[in-house]
């Protein structure tokens, strides 16, 4: 079985848990470096990536975060938690610091307010049976992409949806708000048994 770690410091961090244990793998919420350990995947949620930035930084896992990614971790972050693995984020708070794990750059709330929040269907790329459902709230946009970022999914417009690079997936919507678990079972599958 899989070892999987959720991010638990703020956001929608038990819908992904939910989602994980139903597709069979060992789940273990994460709040401290030590808590890293042996993790093949860790997954950081959405929510409001500011007061996870924060969080991040007092319980003292930006560096531990970032040497378990560098050792060999997979690591899949949905809208804030895209907004965190990004290099460089476009309308950041002053003290938010990226976690720069992918080589992107990323607009928060690009997607307007909380109002415009939408649920619709996106092709997937590497998921079989139709579009995935995605759910979109105030949702960053991935403004510019590195050379090894791949693009998974993309809106009617051409914007990515869903990029990754290497062992680093990121999405702008919340799959783990659907009933929809294709996006985490791609994640354990694709890039976690990679
Ligand atoms: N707009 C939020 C932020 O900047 C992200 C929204 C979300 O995770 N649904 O952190």
């Not at 959720?6 to 994460?30: C, I, K, P, S, Y």
């Not at 938690?81 to 610091?97: S, V």
């Not at 709330?109 to 105030?138: C, H, L, M, W």
Request: charged share 25%; glycine share 12%.
């Amino acid at each position: 079985r899989k070892r999987i770690g959720v991010l638990a410091l703020q956001g929608a961090f038990r819908e992904h848990r939910r989602m994980f244990e139903g597709l069979g793998a060992d789940t273990r919420l994460v709040r401290w470096p030590a808590e890293l350990d042996g993790l093949d995947g860790l997954v950081i949620p959405g929510g409001e990536s500011t007061a996870i930035a924060k969080l991040l930084a007092i319980h003292g896992l930006y560096e531990p975060l970032r040497a378990a990614h560098a050792a060999g971790m997979a690591v899949f972050g949905t809208c804030a938690g895209a907004i965190l693995m990004a290099r460089d984020i476009e309308g950041a708070r002053p003290d938010q610091e990226p976690l720069a794990l992918m080589d992107v750059r990323i607009r928060r709330n690009a997607y307007g307010r909380q109002i415009d929040s939408f649920e619709t269907a996106v092709p997937f790329d590497g998921v079989a049976g139709g579009p995935v459902k995605a759910v979109f709230i105030r949702a960053p946009r991935f403004a510019d992409l590195g050379p090894g970022v791949q693009v998974l999914a993309a809106g009617d417009d051409g914007e990515p949806l869903a990029v990754r690079e290497g062992r680093a997936l990121a999405v702008a919507f919340h799959p783990e708000l659907t009933d929809d678990d294709r996006v985490h079972a791609y994640f354990l599958e694709s890039v976690v048994g990679a």
